[in-house]
C-alpha cells in the first residue's frame, strides 16, 4: 500500500492545488468579551469592523463582516496582502484569536483538499492530529462527527506519519460548514484580546519617554478607550531626541490605539518657576500637579473624561499613596492608573510584548528627572504643598503653557 499512497499524495496534492488557486482565502477574528454584551452587541461589532477596515485600507479590498461571535475577512481579489492584513488582525482590540482559513466547496472532496494543500506544513511536522467539524449549516449532508471522521481518516491516510489522537492532539484541524462555503484551518494565534478601541470613550494619556507610561496607555486603550497623548517637553533641558523617542512610542502604539493626537506641551517657564519659589522638597509633587492640571485642560478640550498615568504604587517618592493623593488634588477627573499594583517585572514583560521596549530603554533624559529634589518628600501633607505652590501664578501658567501647546498627528 505504500507505493500506492506515495505515487497518490503528490497528485492529491498538486489537484488540491490546481482546483484551489483561485478560491479565496480568509481570516476568522474570534470576538472576545463583546459577545457578552446585550443590546449594546451591535454597536461593539460595528465599531470593531470600523477599526478593522481602518488596519487594512493599504493593503487591498476587503469585504468584512459577522456572524456568530466570528468576524469574517475576506479579500476580494489576489491583491490583498494577506500576510500583513493577518499580521494586523492579531493586534486589533475586541479579538480574542486570529486563524487564517481556506474557503473551499462544501463537499467532502473539497474539504479534503483544501486541508492536504492548507495544512500541508503543519501536518507534515505534527506527530498526532484530531479534526473538529462544525456545521452550521444543517442542510449539510453529514453531521458534525461524521465530517470529523471522513475528512480525519482520509487525511490519516494522506500523511502515514501523523496518527489520530482525539485527546490530546499535537495539532487540530478545524473544519466549518457554514451558510455559503466551508472553511479549513489550523489552530487560532491569541488576538490582542479587551474590547474595540473607541467603545470605551475619550481618555488624555501622560506618555513620557519611559518604560510605564506606554504599558499604562496599552492597557486602557484595551479596555476600548481612545486616546489622546499628552507630553511635556523641558528644552533646553530635553533635548529633540527625547522628544523623538516619544513620538516613536506613540506609533508603536498605533497598531493597537489607533491614530492619535500627541500634544507637545512646553515646560520649562513652570519648571523654573518651581525651582525659584517653592521648597526643594516639593519640587515633584508640584510639577506633577501643573502635569495634572494641563492635562486636565487638554481633556476638557477634547471631551475626554478621563487621565491616565503609568505610576505605579511605590515605585518612587512621588508615588507613595500620600504623593499619589497630592497629585490627584488639582483635578476633578478620574485617574486612571492601570499598573498601580504591578512590579517593574511584569511591565517590562508587557512592554516586550507590546514592543515598545527597546525604544523606551534609550537613554534620553524626561521633564521630570531634570530637577530632581535630593530629598523628596515621601509622606506629603496636601495643605503644606498647596500653601507652598501658592506663590506662584498658577492660571497664568497654565494658560500660558496651553496657548505654546503643539500637537502632531501620528499614524499606524
Ligand atoms: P514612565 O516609565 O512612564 O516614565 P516613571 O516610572 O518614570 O514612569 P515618573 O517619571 O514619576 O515615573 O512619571 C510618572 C508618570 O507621569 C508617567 O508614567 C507618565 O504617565 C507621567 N509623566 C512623566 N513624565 C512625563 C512627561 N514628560 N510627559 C508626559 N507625562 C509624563
Ligand atoms: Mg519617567
Same mark, same amino acid.
Given at each position: ?35 457578552? *454584551?446585550?443590546?449594546? =452587541? #451591535? +454597536? ?7 477599526? !478593522? ?6 493593503? &487591498? ?68 492530529? *484530531?479534526?473538529?467539524? =462544525? #456545521? +452550521? ?7 458534525? !462527527? ?6 480525519? &481518516? ?259
Amino acid at each position: 500500500t505504500f507505493s500506492i499512497f506515495s505515487d497518490i499524495i503528490p497528485r492529491i496534492k498538486t489537484l488540491a492545488k490546481e482546483r484551489l488557486s483561485n478560491m479565496n482565502e480568509m481570516i476568522l477574528l474570534k470576538l472576545g468579551e463583546l459577545v457578552l *454584551k446585550g443590546l449594546n =452587541r #451591535r +454597536s461593539f461589532e460595528d465599531k470593531l469592523q470600523a477599526n !478593522i477596515h481602518r488596519r487594512l485600507k493599504d493593503l &487591498g479590498q476587503f469585504k468584512v463582516y459577522t456572524r456568530q461571535s466570528t468576524t469574517y475577512v475576506e479579500p476580494k481579489d489576489d491583491s490583498c496582502d494577506m500576510d500583513t492584513a493577518y499580521e494586523r488582525m492579531t493586534k486589533v482590540f475586541g479579538v480574542v484569536g486570529v486563524s487564517r482559513a481556506r474557503a473551499c466547496e462544501k463537499d467532502k472532496d473539497a474539504i479534503l483538499a483544501a486541508a492536504i494543500e492548507y495544512l500541508d506544513d503543519q501536518l507534515s511536522s505534527a506527530r498526532t492530529f *484530531k479534526v473538529e467539524s =462544525r #456545521r +452550521s449549516d444543517k442542510q449539510f449532508y453529514l453531521n458534525s !462527527i461524521q465530517i470529523s471522521q471522513t475528512v480525519g &481518516g482520509e487525511l490519516a491516510e494522506a500523511f502515514p506519519d501523523v496518527k489520530v489522537d482525539v485527546h490530546k492532539p499535537d495539532l487540530t484541524v478545524y473544519v466549518e460548514i457554514r451558510e455559503k462555503a466551508a472553511y479549513v484551518h489550523g489552530p487560532a494565534t491569541p488576538g490582542a484580546g479587551g474590547l474595540p478601541v473607541g467603545t470605551g470613550g475619550h481618555a488624555v494619556s501622560l506618555l513620557s519617554g519611559g518604560l510605564d507610561s506606554p504599558v499604562a496607555s496599552w492597557m486602557i486603550a484595551r479596555r476600548g478607550v481612545q486616546l489622546e497623548m499628552v507630553h511635556f517637553v523641558s528644552p533646553p533641558y530635553t533635548s529633540q531626541q527625547a522628544q523623538d523617542k516619544v513620538i516613536e512610542l506613540a506609533q508603536l502604539l498605533t497598531p493597537y490605539c489607533g491614530r492619535m493626537i500627541v500634544h507637545i506641551i512646553p515646560f520649562t517657564e513652570i519648571q523654573e518657576e518651581i525651582r525659584r519659589n517653592c521648597p526643594e522638597e516639593y519640587f515633584t509633587l508640584i510639577m506633577r500637579r501643573f502635569m495634572m492640571r494641563l492635562s486636565e485642560a487638554v481633556a476638557k478640550k477634547a471631551g475626554a473624561k478621563a487621565l491616565v498615568t503609568g505610576e505605579s504604587l511605590g515605585q518612587v517618592a512621588s508615588q507613595t499613596l500620600m504623593a499619589l493623593g497630592v497629585t490627584e488634588d488639582v483635578t476633578s477627573m478620574p485617574v486612571l492608573r492601570p499598573l498601580i499594583g504591578t512590579d517593574k517585572v511584569e511591565i517590562i514583560r508587557l512592554a516586550r510584548e507590546i514592543g515598545t521596549y527597546e525604544t523606551s530603554i534609550l537613554p534620553y533624559e524626561d521633564c521630570c528627572t531634570v530637577f530632581t529634589p535630593r530629598h523628596p518628600a515621601i509622606r506629603p501633607d496636601v495643605e503644606a504643598v498647596r500653601e507652598a505652590e501658592s506663590v506662584l501664578d498658577i492660571d497664568g501658567l497654565v494658560e500660558k503653557a496651553m496657548a505654546e501647546k503643539t500637537w502632531i498627528r501620528v499614524k499606524p
